[in-house]
């Protein structure tokens, strides 16, 4: 039984088959349209969400399998004040795999301790979100055909935003691979995200001016400033508008540049870009079914 808590339980080989079993499902989606029948994932979401939740039902439901969800705190008995440990021990006895989203960090950490089904990390606080870096991988092997020797821009929340974390993890891994982070003096990556980096001599730079280096980037990946994570609302205030990426800032950018974004957007990419066919974030919703039926398969040991 193997959880997925962090991008890096998976090694590289486990990604590309994962994006080959992705690229499978898309080409040919009725023969995997049956191989959960009877089987039943479990949804805990003690966070909003609308992708990561109906995403990974989606894929369920698609494999045929069904699905018992917790959209909310409030909903459960964790509004009674039920420990992670019983609410898993509880819902492994209901569901074969659980997919768990939790404002603490470490919580699906937690959780994978006492589960006797496989547990999924589906965003933990400001820390981890490996299905979304999936989702990433997933999108960046369909834009440019490859994840090496890429200059790879993250611009916004750099400090609360798990998917940059996340996704730092993942690409530093791959050669060639070149960061450009982009963030207020507030909100830059905190330390302990960038020791992979530093350990594994992989070349970044840091900057508050994404004007400067957009000529140089193969990928720009804005994210949203997470409000939820702030402890004063000022601060929010005074940073939520440091990046808007209109068209006219990308007329510097190569022609070729792929722009994602994990999403929910707040006000980071104005509506005008969403028309440049370089915008690939509705195309990386897509492919977050496709990558999380393919982890589902994998975890749940079934052969198409
Ligand atoms: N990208 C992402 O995690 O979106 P949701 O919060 O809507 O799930």
Redesign the pocket.
């Known amino acids: 039984m193997r959880h997925i808590i962090s991008i890096t339980d998976l090694s590289l080989d486990e990604i590309a088959r994962l994006i080959d079993t992705a690229r499978d499902i898309i080409e040919h989606p009725l023969k995997y349209r049956d191989l959960c029948r009877y089987k039943k994932l479990a949804t805990l ?1 003690f ?9 990974f039902e989606a894929a369920m439901y698609e494999l045929g399998g069904q699905v018992l969800a917790v959209s909310e705190a409030a909903s459960s008995s964790v509004a009674k004040g039920e420990s992670v440990a019983d609410t898993i021990r509880t819902v492994s006895c209901y569901a074969d795999i659980i997919a768990m ?1 939790h404002p603490k960090e470490g919580a699906p950490t937690v959780a994978s301790f006492h589960a006797s089904v496989p547990v999924i990390n ?2 933990d606080g400001g820390h981890n ?1 490996p299905t ?1 870096t999936l ?1 990433d991988l997933l999108t960046i092997m369909q834009e440019k055909g490859r994840l090496d020797h890429l200059t790879v821009g993250l611009c916004g929340d750099l400090k609360f935003g798990r ?1 940059v974390h996340s996704l730092i993890s993942a690409m530093c891994r791959y050669p060639g691979v070149r960061f450009v982070l982009v963030s207020p003096e507030e909100l830059k990556v905190p330390s302990y995200v960038k020791i992979p980096l530093k350990q594994g001599q992989v070349p970044y730079s840091q900057t508050t001016d994404l004007r400067s280096v957009m000529p140089e980037l193969d990928i720009l990946y804005m994210t949203r400033v997470q409000r939820e994570r702030f402890f004063n609302e000022d601060d929010y205030i005074r940073l939520r508008d440091s990046y808007i990426l209109t068209p006219e800032k990308l007329e510097n950018a190569k022609p070729d540049l792929t722009i994602m974004h ?3 957007r707040v006000n980071e990419i104005s509506v005008a870009v969403d028309q440049d066919p370089r915008a690939a974030y509705f195309r990386q ?1 897509r492919y ?1 079914k496709y990558i999380r039926m393919a982890l589902i398969l994998m975890l749940l040991e079934v052969q198409a």
């Open positions: 979401f966070e909003p969400s609308t992708r990561t939740r109906l995403s989203r589906a965003g979100h979304q989702t998917t994990p999403l929910p919703v977050g």
